[in-house]
């Protein structure tokens, strides 16, 4: 393991980070194949990492950084966010619970292959080569993760599906800020592909869609990046930046500390969920359009009263002078003199005792895509967040978010929601496989 | 019997194989000559059909020129591969607008597909004359050269994927007829121009690449059922008409398709 993240001085974090197989320990009880699990991972993480949404290092990863794509979740939720990645919207080609099975291994194989990585078998020059060749002879893991999720419309629209979608799936509804565009929208299935290098997030998109193409019709894809961060004289390490210049993710919950994750962002056992997707998470996409132009001509404090935060250092407003991880005191600003009561960072999470489960594990990646009709820029945010409960995570938050003063600088234009599938447990399993079974057990008592 | 072969074979300047894909070189020759026939029957068709097309437009014949349109393009589109060996001919025939820096109103636009425009979008025949004359003798020219050409047989066999390319490309997305909607007329010419080529050299495969063409033969079959439940008289219905889901299903038979049959020059040991 090339990529040692014990090095990486996030200053907020690195107390709290536990090694994987202890986090497996605690969970005992919370998925219903733990003791499986544990025997399960050929190779280890080197942590798992206390915020997903700490910046990447510069200089501290390698082409051989290598996040198992086996375990209890799976990986690209919890695990480091790097520097890369992308959500691909996929139709399903699947008409029975084989087709379906038949997707879902394939689908493992070659998540298995990229992110241990190898060299592609070779074939006769004659024929077309097995792999694109894009990252060279010998394929490198590069911290890739792909990370599988199903929409409503892979349950909706199939009868023997249908009984099996997870309790809170829906498809994803307009919001009154959103201007969605039908061609980036929803899908039967998400991957979302992160890794170090754009070029590993690419190759492995294009192998999927070359080794699938009888399963998989490609419907969207939005890539992105955050950009990766030079630890400070004192070895702290900012969050990234957005495209509204101010850093993202300052506030995510610890990804470290299992009991958080377990209420937070894993469907649990007695959440009323489908036995199936214990283990499995909600995963929300929106495709957020920045205007960049009108924000730039933005006086700076107002940019700063829109957001909640200092925009340099991150700081909350009533503490102008602390740090991105310093929590503002709301309890002492009722009237929203400090920190407006509008604010994105206020509303999106007022620290209330009511609000707390509605706390998201958020993942997202900036994206610059070219030039619009006006010509303006089109950039924004690639947002990706987590929940165990959609309605009680992503869908409260934006539902808070109405209308707050942000609005006339970004516009929702498209994403969906889907449901990622619990982890695997060890090389004879796959990635959808308590899906399988559960349907598998539905026909054996109706027939 | 055997010198006549060899002379084929000589002017077809077919490629040797390699010990990979044992495969007879000699095989090639009789499917090329077969396909060659195909193809000179399907110019002869194209000739005929854009005559009485030329004519409905420039006697102002509206709805029948509309009506003939989507018919007289499926025998250039089932023989795609080697109508694209000219180039010249193939955009003058069959570019679309996006071609164009000025799209529609590019005076440069030329073909099936100006013509398409003026018939649809500016519901009218005026103005097609010129370009329509144009269409017969770019045709006229098409058919002589075809009879000219030695068909190299990587282009023959490499067509069947071309083929499905194309229709990966542009048919599934309905942009190549935007105006009048016939996509699904180019969609089941191409898939039976492919499968065509996919038949005359079965007979070499047949023994050694059973689950290959078992899975060939399926994807067209889908290809084919799927198509037929959008069957209106003679032709198709609108490309708005097919739904999400069949969309879904043809798209991946395409696709696999295409993948399937870029395998097809290599497996009969052509470079």
Same mark, same amino acid.
């Not at chain 1, 699947?94 to 291994?105: G, I, S």
């Not at chain 1, 995963?283 to 829109?306: A, C, G, H, K």
């Given at each position: 393991?090339?990529?040692?993240?014990?090095?990486?001085?996030?200053?907020?974090?690195?107390?709290?980070?536990?090694?994987?197989?202890?986090?497996?320990?605690?969970?005992?009880?919370?998925?219903?194949?733990?003791?499986?699990?544990?025997?399960?991972?050929?190779?280890?993480?080197?942590?798992?990492?206390?915020?997903?949404?700490?910046?990447?290092?510069?200089?501290?990863?390698?082409?051989?950084?290598?996040?198992?794509?086996?375990?209890?979740?799976?990986?690209?939720?919890? +695990?480091?966010?790097?520097?890369?990645?992308?959500?691909?919207?996929?139709?399903? $080609?699947?008409? +029975?619970?084989?087709?379906?099975?038949?997707?879902?291994?394939?689908?493992?194989?070659?998540?298995?292959?990229?992110?241990?990585?190898?060299?592609?078998?070779?074939?006769?020059?004659?024929?077309?080569?097995?792999?694109?060749?894009?990252?060279?002879?010998?394929?490198?893991?590069?911290?890739?993760?792909?990370?599988?999720?199903?929409?409503?419309?892979?349950?909706?629209?199939?009868?023997?599906?249908?009984?099996?979608?997870?309790?809170?799936?829906?498809?994803?509804?307009?919001?009154?800020?959103?201007?969605?565009?039908?061609?980036?929208?929803?899908?039967?299935?998400?991957?979302?592909?992160?890794?170090?290098?754009?070029?590993?997030?690419?190759?492995?998109?294009?192998? $999927?869609?070359?080794?699938?193409?009888?399963?998989?019709?490609?419907?969207?894809?939005?890539?992105?990046? /955050?950009?990766?961060?030079?630890?400070?004289?004192?070895?702290?390490?900012?969050?990234?930046?957005?495209?509204?210049?101010?850093?993202?993710?300052?506030?995510?919950?610890?990804?470290?500390?299992?009991?958080?994750?377990?209420?937070? /962002?894993?469907?649990?056992?007695?959440?009323?969920?489908? %036995?199936?997707?214990?283990?499995?998470?909600?995963?929300?996409?929106?495709?957020?359009?920045?205007?960049?132009?009108?924000?730039?001509?933005?006086?700076?404090? *107002?940019? *700063?009263?829109?957001?909640?935060?200092?925009?340099?250092?991150?700081?909350?407003?009533?503490?102008?002078?602390?740090?991105?991880?310093?929590?503002?005191?709301?309890?002492?600003?009722?009237?929203?003199?400090?920190?407006?009561?509008?604010?994105?960072?206020?509303?999106?999470?007022?620290?209330?005792?009511? #609000?707390? %489960?509605?706390?998201?594990?958020?993942?997202?990646?900036?994206?610059?895509?070219?030039?619009?009709?006006?010509?303006?820029?089109?950039?924004?945010?690639?947002?990706?967040?987590?929940?165990?409960?959609?309605?009680?995570?992503? $869908?409260?938050?934006?539902?808070?978010?109405?209308?707050?003063?942000?609005?006339?600088?970004?516009?929702?234009?498209?994403?969906?929601?889907?449901?990622?599938?619990?982890?695997?447990?060890?090389?004879?399993?796959?990635?959808?496989?308590?899906?399988?079974?559960?349907?598998?057990?539905?026909?054996?008592? #109706?027939? | 019997?055997?010198?006549?072969?060899?002379?084929?074979?000589? +002017?077809?300047?077919?490629?040797?194989?390699?010990?990979?894909?044992?495969?007879?070189?000699?095989?090639?020759?009789?499917? $090329?000559?077969?396909?060659?026939?195909? /193809?000179?029957?399907?110019?002869?068709?194209?000739?005929?059909?854009?005559?009485?097309?030329?004519?409905?437009?420039?006697?102002?014949?509206?709805?029948?020129?509309?009506?003939?349109?989507?018919?007289?393009?499926?025998?250039?589109?089932?023989?795609?591969?080697?109508?694209?060996?000219?180039?010249?001919?193939?955009?003058?025939?069959?570019?679309?607008?996006?071609?164009?820096?000025?799209?529609?109103?590019?005076?440069?636009?030329?073909?099936?597909?100006?013509?398409?425009?003026?018939?649809?979008?500016?519901?009218?025949?005026?103005?097609?004359?010129?370009?329509?004359?144009?269409?017969?003798?770019?045709?006229?020219?098409?058919?002589?050269?075809?009879?000219?050409?030695?068909?190299?047989?990587?282009?023959?066999?490499?067509?069947?994927?071309?083929?499905?390319? %194309?229709?990966?490309?542009?048919?599934?997305?309905?942009?190549?007829?935007?105006?009048?909607?016939?996509?699904?007329?180019?969609?089941?010419?191409?898939?039976?121009?492919?499968?065509?080529?996919?038949?005359?050299?079965?007979?070499?495969?047949?023994?050694?690449?059973?689950?290959?063409?078992?899975?060939?033969?399926?994807?067209?079959?889908?290809?084919?059922?799927?198509?037929?439940?959008? %069957?209106?008289?003679?032709?198709?219905?609108?490309?708005?008409?097919?739904?999400?889901?069949?969309?879904?299903?043809?798209?991946?038979?395409?696709?696999?398709?295409?993948?399937?049959?870029?395998?097809?020059?290599?497996?009969?040991?052509?470079?």
């Amino acid at each position: 393991m090339a990529n040692d993240k014990t090095k990486s001085p996030s200053s907020s974090s690195n107390l709290k980070r536990r090694s994987f197989l202890g986090g497996i320990g605690l969970l005992a009880g919370a998925c219903p194949f733990t003791t499986l699990a544990l025997a399960a991972p050929a190779v280890l993480p080197a942590e798992a990492n206390g915020h997903v949404t700490d910046a990447p290092l510069a200089n501290a990863t390698s082409p051989d950084d290598r996040v198992p794509f086996q375990g209890l979740h799976q990986a690209g939720i919890a +695990t480091p966010r790097p520097a890369n990645g992308m959500v691909a919207s996929f139709g399903v $080609i699947a008409d +029975t619970p084989d087709d379906l099975e038949h997707l879902f291994r394939r689908l493992t194989a070659r998540i298995g292959f990229l992110t241990v990585g190898g060299e592609p078998p070779l074939a006769d020059p004659r024929l077309p080569p097995s792999d694109s060749g894009i990252v060279g002879p010998i394929v490198r893991p590069n911290g890739l993760t792909i990370t599988i999720g199903l929409g409503a419309s892979l349950f909706d629209d199939r009868a023997w599906l249908i009984d099996h979608k997870p309790m809170r799936l829906s498809r994803m509804t307009r919001f009154p800020n959103d201007a969605l565009d039908a061609a980036l929208c929803h899908g039967d299935l998400s991957l979302q592909i992160c890794a170090n290098t754009q070029d590993t997030t690419i190759h492995a998109l294009r192998d $999927i869609i070359k080794s699938l193409s009888d399963r998989l019709v490609l419907k969207w894809k939005q890539e992105g990046n /955050v950009p990766v961060i030079t630890p400070g004289l004192d070895q702290s390490v900012e969050s990234s930046r957005n495209f509204l210049g101010f850093r993202d993710g300052s506030a995510n919950p610890d990804a470290g500390d299992d009991h958080v994750m377990d209420q937070l /962002v894993w469907v649990g056992a007695r959440s009323g969920e489908p %036995e199936w997707a214990e283990c499995g998470s909600y995963q929300s996409v929106r495709i957020v359009r920045n205007f960049v132009e009108r924000w730039d001509r933005t006086p700076l404090r *107002e940019q *700063e009263l829109i957001m909640g935060r200092v925009r340099n250092s991150g700081a909350p407003l009533d503490q102008p002078d602390a740090s991105e991880f310093d929590v503002p005191d709301y309890a002492a600003d009722m009237e929203g003199l400090s920190t407006p009561l509008d604010s994105h960072i206020r509303l999106a999470n007022p620290r209330t005792a009511e #609000t707390a %489960e509605s706390i998201i594990l958020r993942r997202p990646f900036n994206y610059s895509n070219g030039v619009t009709k006006a010509g303006q820029l089109d950039q924004g945010l690639l947002f990706i967040c987590y929940q165990a409960d959609l309605e009680k995570g992503f $869908i409260a938050v934006q539902r808070r978010l109405d209308g707050e003063p942000l609005e006339e600088y970004i516009k929702p234009v498209g994403g969906g929601y889907f449901f990622a599938l619990p982890g695997m447990r060890g090389d004879a399993d796959y990635l959808g496989s308590t899906l399988i079974a559960a349907l598998r057990k539905a026909q054996t008592q #109706t027939s | 019997m055997k010198l006549q072969h060899m002379l084929a074979m000589a +002017t077809l300047g077919l490629v040797i194989s390699g010990p990979a894909f044992a495969q007879s070189e000699l095989d090639l020759v009789e499917p $090329i000559v077969e396909y060659k026939l195909y /193809v000179t029957e399907r110019t002869t068709q194209l000739i005929e059909g854009v005559t009485a097309f030329v004519d409905a437009i420039k006697s102002g014949e509206l709805e029948k020129a509309k009506a003939l349109y989507p018919a007289v393009r499926v025998p250039y589109e089932e023989i795609e591969p080697i109508a694209e060996l000219f180039s010249d001919l193939d955009v003058s025939i069959d570019s679309r607008a996006d071609d164009y820096e000025l799209a529609e109103v590019d005076p440069e636009f030329p073909g099936f597909h100006r013509i398409e425009y003026g018939l649809w979008s500016r519901n009218s025949t005026e103005d097609l004359d010129e370009v329509a004359d144009k269409l017969l003798a770019d045709v006229t020219e098409l058919h002589s050269r075809i009879e000219a050409l030695t068909f190299p047989p990587e282009k023959v066999v490499g067509g069947a994927a071309v083929l499905m390319e %194309e229709v990966a490309l542009t048919k599934i997305s309905g942009e190549e007829n935007r105006y009048s909607r016939t996509d699904l007329w180019d969609f089941k010419a191409n898939s039976e121009g492919a499968y065509t080529i996919v038949n005359l050299v079965r007979p070499l495969i047949a023994d050694t690449e059973v689950d290959f063409l078992t899975e060939v033969d399926a994807n067209f079959d889908k290809v084919f059922t799927t198509l037929a439940k959008y %069957e209106k008289g003679d032709g198709y219905v609108s490309y708005l008409e097919l739904t999400e889901a069949d969309r879904n299903a043809l798209s991946a038979a395409i696709n696999t398709l295409a993948e399937d049959l870029s395998t097809l020059r290599g497996k009969l040991g052509l470079d």
